[in-house]
């Protein structure tokens, strides 16, 4: 795979014309996730669609935020967050901004269009209050968690899977 140059980019929120570019790159994703990880869901026929109109329908939801990168006019990279408030009937209320998803074109890495994107994401969670930034990275994504780590992230759970025909002894 080729790296390509990029000397501008831009990042933006989301827009109607972006959806069949979203779609590519949320495609993209979930292939890289089952690659890295058999265990990691298969999207159904047409997912990649579907996920692509929803964050177009709710570009103008007060709690989700869509944003692409943009390079030459080809959107090339996409975060997806929304805020949240896990369980407020159990613990003290506290909204979080939660990253749902991020990728980048694998052509386009290592140009800061991932870090721009994730803190386009933290001013918007910053604006509507969010006390904290929550986010997964699969296990098996090391670059994804090296990332994570140089973004500053700190991990506090360890979501950990097991099949129900495993032998436990």
Known sequence: MRTLRVDEYLVRPVEPQDEAAVAQLWQALADY?????????VPSEGAAQRYAARLVERRNDPQTRAYVAVVEGEVVGFAL????????DLFAPVESGY???????PR?????????????????????GAAHIEWQVAAANSAGI????????LATVVRMRMEPEDDLL
């Not at 996730?33 to 869901?41: E, F, G, K, Q, T």
């Not at 386009?108 to 509507?128: P, Q």
């Not at 090296?146 to 500053?152: C, D, Q, S, V, Y």
């Open 108 to 128: 386009y890495r290592r140009r800061g269009l991932a870090r721009d994107l994730v803190l386009a994401l933290r001013d918007w969670f910053l604006a509507s």
């Open 81 to 88: 967050g929304a805020i949240i408030d896990l369980h407020p």
């Open 33 to 41: 996730h089952v690659r890295l990880d058999p265990r990691m869901p």
């Open 146 to 153: 090296r990332f994570w780590e140089a973004m500053g992230g």
């Open 99 to 105: 990253i749902a998803d991020i990728f980048v074109d």
